[in-house]
C-alpha cells in the first residue's frame, strides 16, 4: 500500500527526530572533549566547537589512571561476555529442545531471578564473597555480571533457536550426529546473530556495571571505568574537559564490538541451511 505524502514526511520526521535523540548526546560529548575548557563552561554553549584541543585526553592517559581503568573493563567485560554466551546457549538448547521433569518451572525461576533488583542481593553477595576470599578481585565481578546477565540471554538465545526447524536437528540425528555437534556445528552459525545480540547485551551491562562494582572492588588498581569516573567528579570542581575525554575514550571499545560482530545482524538466521 503506497503511503501519502503526509504519511511518508511524517514517517521520516519520527525517524529523524529519533535519529536526533540519540546522536546529539554522543556529539555533545566528543565534540566537548575536544573544546577548550573555557567554551565548555561559557554561558551559551555551542554545538560546533570554535576551539580545538587535545589537552584533556592527554591529562586522561598520563596525569590520570584511566589507562588502569580502561584495561580493567575490557578484561572484566570480556570474560563475563564470553561465559555468558558458553552458559547461555547450551541452557537456551536445554530448555526448548530437550525434555526433562520441571523444565517450564525451572525457566520461569531463571526468569523470576532477572526481576530482582541488584541492590537486593547486595549484602549477602558480599559476605560470601568476604567469605571466599574475592573482595577486591575481578573474578567477583565476573561472576555477579554473568549472574544478572544470564537469564535474559537464556531468553533471548531461546527465541532464536525457536525460528530453526527440528527438520535440520532431525536430519543431523539421522545421520548419527550426537547433540554436542547438532549445538556446535549446525546450530550455531544458523543463530550467529542470536550469538552476538547476547555477546554484545553482556559486554555493555557489564562495561556499565556500577553498583557492585563500587561495592566488591577497593583498591584503585582494580577499579573499572564507571567507578573511576566517579573519582573524576570531585566534591567541589569537576573537570568537564576530562570527564568528556574519559567518556569519548569508553566509547571505542564498544563501537569495536559492534565493528566486529555488527555483520552477524543483517545474516539470515537460516541462510545456508538447506545446502
Known amino acids: 500500500m503506497k503511503r501519502s505524502f503526509g504519511q511518508s514526511l511524517s514517517l521520516y520526521g519520527g525517524l529523524l527526530l529519533i535519529a536526533l535523540l540519540i546522536v546529539l548526546p554522543f556529539w555533545w560529548v566528543i565534540s566537548g572533549s575536544i573544546k577548550l575548557p573555557r567554551e565548555i563552561i561559557q554561558r551559551v554553549p555551542t554545538m560546533i566547537p570554535e576551539s580545538f584541543t587535545l589537552q584533556h585526553f592527554e591529562k586522561l592517559l598520563q596525569a590520570s589512571d584511566f589507562p588502569v581503568y580502561l584495561i580493567n573493563s575490557i578484561i572484566v567485560a570480556s570474560f563475563s561476555m564470553a561465559f555468558t554466551v558458553l552458559l547461555a546457549l547450551p541452557a537456551a538448547y536445554a530448555f526448548f529442545r530437550m525434555e526433562f521433569p520441571g523444565r517450564n518451572a525451572l525457566y520461569r525461576t531463571i526468569l523470576l531471578a532477572y526481576a530482582f533488583p541488584g541492590v537486593v542481593v547486595l549484602i549477602p ?17 565476573v561472576i555477579v555480571n554473568v549472574a544478572f546477565a544470564l537469564p535474559f540471554s537464556i531468553w533471548m538465545m531461546r527465541s532464536f533457536l525457536a525460528t530453526i526447524p527440528r527438520e535440520i536437528e532431525e536430519a543431523a540425528v539421522v545421520d548419527g550426529a550426537p547433540t554436542t ?4 556445528r549446525i546450530l550455531m552459525p544458523l543463530i550467529a546473530p542470536g ?4 555477546a554484545i547485551f553482556a559486554f555493555i551491562s557489564s562495561w556499565t556495571e556500577y553498583l557492585f562494582a563500587s561495592v566488591l572492588i577497593v583498591s584503585d588498581a582494580r577499579r573499572t571505568i564507571p567507578v573511576g569516573f566517579a573519582g573524576i567528579i570531585g566534591q567541589y570542581q569537576i573537570d568537564w574537559g576530562l570527564l568528556l575525554a574519559g567518556a569519548t575514550a569508553a566509547i571505542i571499545p564498544v563501537v569495536i564490538l559492534f565493528a566486529l560482530v555488527g555483520r552477524w545482524f543483517v545474516s539470515g538466521l537460516t541462510d545456508g541451511a538447506v545446502k
Open 181 to 184: 555437534t547438532i549445538l556446535v
Open 195 to 198: 550469538i552476538a545480540s547476547v
Open 125 to 141: 553477595l558480599y559476605g560470601l564473597f568476604a567469605k571466599v576470599g574475592l573482595i577486591d578481585s575481578p573474578v567477583a565481578l
